[in-house]
């Protein structure tokens, strides 16, 4: 039996999670803002899991109606067949409603009206008046959009960007799911040299790392839906972790680096990439961003620098940015790729970038600058 299977993603890098979901061999149904569905059999909640790098979660699609009345929300919500996917002990909540452009908005009374409508439902599938919710869990989310409500129960638990492998953050962290999507975005293969003069705690190389070697970004994590008895068997994610286990590679050869200005950041990340079973694929030094340099050409550099969010670092930002163009300069070779909100980030860098995408990082507006330098000669990396 075929399920839809609704993967939340960053806002903007829809087309990368989509393409994930393709090589892992699934039918696309439909590409929206900030998610993508896609149909498969019930495998396909643990091998998304498993190995989608950019996805926030993945849902499994209940169904999609029209709404602009809370009684039309109740009736709707009723006459979805929950007891094909909730058991009698089942404990089902929705966890989170969001609303964008739709008469219904707001979100406790969402929450409250979907559960009394799933309770009714279910009392009179399994003739009972009281749900113990002893069982497994079954968290529901919803989606508004232009008063249309998308319901999915979510397969995953913590968000997939939590991988297992960071401990230690720093300051800005850059999250796991969003670090993994700018680096697919661009031409970068394990082979290729592979630099962040930002690293903080490690996320932007420990990610190229676990791409390198083709580690699945859930094999040190557990998921929420390994207790749905009813819809996934364990057989389905011992098969799932066995692919999974089967893929890893020692690369023959990585150069990753990643720097930062400060020791105990550098630590961290150390430490992270121990978690991640990378350790050995990374070199991790203090160093600042002024002695930024490296021997090689064709090399790409992918940064989270400073923006200023405090308004005292405001004032240093010029200078940080400035020398972020020196860098550039020294090495034109190279290409770079850098995620930032700082607004006058190229004013700074002198230079335009040949690429800009808008990013949303949480609810923050960023820009993903590329700076691109000029392909190698083809018979170099062929040989």
Request: glycine share 6%; aromatic share 12%; with cysteine.
């Amino acid at each position: 039996m075929e399920y839809e299977w609704i993967a939340p993603c960053h806002f903007g890098l829809e087309a990368v999670c989509k393409k994930e979901i393709l090589d892992l061999g699934y039918e696309i149904v439909q590409v929206e803002d900030g998610r993508v569905t896609f149909r498969g059999g019930p495998e396909a909640a643990c091998r998304a899991n498993l190995f989608l790098r950019t996805a926030e979660r993945v849902l499994l699609k209940v169904g999609a109606f029209r709404a602009i009345t809370f009684d039309e929300l109740f009736e709707k919500t009723k006459a979805l067949p929950w007891e094909e996917w909730i058991p009698r002990d089942g404990k089902f909540w929705v966890a989170k409603a969001t609303s964008i452009k739709s008469t219904l908005f707001s979100a406790s009374d969402i929450q409250s009206i979907m559960k009394k409508a799933i309770v009714d439902r279910m009392k009179t599938h399994y003739h009972v008046t009281w749900f113990s919710e002893t069982g497994a869990s079954y968290p529901l989310r919803a989606f508004f959009l232009k008063d249309v409500v998308t319901i999915g129960i979510d397969t995953t638990g913590d968000s997939l960007h939590k991988r297992g492998y960071r401990k230690l953050v720093s300051k800005a962290p850059i999250t796991e799911t969003l670090a993994a999507a700018l680096i697919l975005l661009t031409p970068w293969k394990g082979d290729r040299i592979f630099v962040d003069p930002f690293c903080g705690s490690g996320t932007f190389p420990i990610e190229a790392a676990m791409m390198a070697a083709h580690i699945a970004p859930g094999m040190n994590r557990s998921f929420l839906a390994e207790g749905w008895d009813n819809l996934l068997s364990k057989k389905m994610w011992y098969e799932a972790a066995d692919e999974a286990a089967s893929l890893v590679i020692e690369p023959e050869e990585t150069d990753i680096q990643g720097y930062d200005i400060d020791g105990d950041m550098v630590k961290a990340a150390r430490e992270n990439a121990r978690e991640a079973g990378v350790d050995h694929l990374i070199h991790f030094q203090q160093r600042p961003v002024q002695a930024l340099s490296h021997p090689k050409k064709y090399g790409f550099l992918f940064m989270n620098p400073p923006y200023g969010e405090r308004l005292e670092e405001k004032a240093a930002l010029p200078e940080l940015y400035r020398e972020i163009g020196e860098r550039l300069a020294a090495l034109p070779s190279w290409s770079a790729y850098m995620i930032t909100s700082y607004e006058d980030a190229e004013k700074y860098v002198g230079r335009k970038a040949d690429k800009n995408r808008k990013i949303y990082n949480g609810m923050m507006k960023s820009y993903f600058y590329q700076f691109l330098g000029p392909k190698p000669p083809r018979r170099k990396y062929e040989e």
